[in-house]
């Protein structure tokens, strides 16, 4: 991995981790209520009390049966990729191979079957970074097409209820969404806990607290933008204020919004190059997250949609802020790997 990569992996982690706990208590509390878990039964012969610290370690552990094989499996996905097209052009191995694969598995559902991960990891990989010349020449985020291609193509594998092993439980943004904040807040999904970390949904995107740290990170080591971050959240904002009567607070930490935002959206090969684009770019995704989700209520979770289609408005975006803001033709082009 180049140093950029290394950073956004490091950055990702603890989303990874919180995300790996949360997924391994959820479902070992469904667990408790009848559901049938093969890799609960296995772990709970470790003996360990769930309110002990190794109850934690359970918990992760759980969490871990269910993203390893995913992991293991589109990552050598993802090499296999790299490797024929390195052949076939006579070049080095691509060297985005393994965080496209990291970032891809953290936005999937736990219960996904495998040749299906690799599917459309395959379609993301080949069809939207290899066929532009591989890492820093694609026009959408890889990892990005992958799940979109995946999700619109078997929407079933994606399903309100389809988040959590062995339960039919309904993910935290339908719950809000089909219920209301009052009725979603009364059975214990508040706006502080979905914060901290027990969202039910993909895999690393549980904690909207360790993505917003994680994008805190990157902007300090001047990786990533501040302004399509904090031009999201001023969107997000807006359009929360204008539609809808979810409010903006819950749509941050609802779905995937945190970790898309903080390590997708900033992406430098995506994201404009000028300053002012990359503000208005950051406002577009927000606005558009807010948009998506008051107009389709049966599939409020719109991050994946929004991003595409504010990254296909980039070219116009950075053409209308060289064109109308002075100094805006200054390129963003350090790091863009």
Known sequence: MTHIQRQYFLASLPAALVGLWSLGDGVRSQAAEGADVLQLSLINS???SSESAGGVLVAAALGASFFLPLLLTVSITSRAW???FARARGRSIDEGWF???WLYVLLLPATLPLHYAALGFSFGAVFGCYVFGGTGRYVVNP???GVAFISISYPDLFAQNHWLPGSDVLASWTLVATEGIEAA???GTSWAALFLGTE???LGTSSALAALLGASYLIARRVASAGIVVGALIGLAIAGTLFGEIPSLWHL???NFAFVLAFIATDRTTQPRTTAGCWAYG???????????TADPARPEATVSALLLASLCVPLIDHIASSTVPGARTPQDVGRE
């Open 185 to 187: 807040a009364s059975g």
């Open 200 to 202: 039910i949904g993909a």
């Open 283 to 293: 406002a577009l995704f927000g606005f558009l997250i807010v948009v998506l989700r």
């Open 253 to 255: 930490v609802l779905g």
């Open 82 to 84: 790299a490797e024929i």
């Open 46 to 48: 470790l003996q360990m």
């Open 99 to 101: 965080l496209s694969a």
């Open 143 to 145: 990892t990005l097409l």
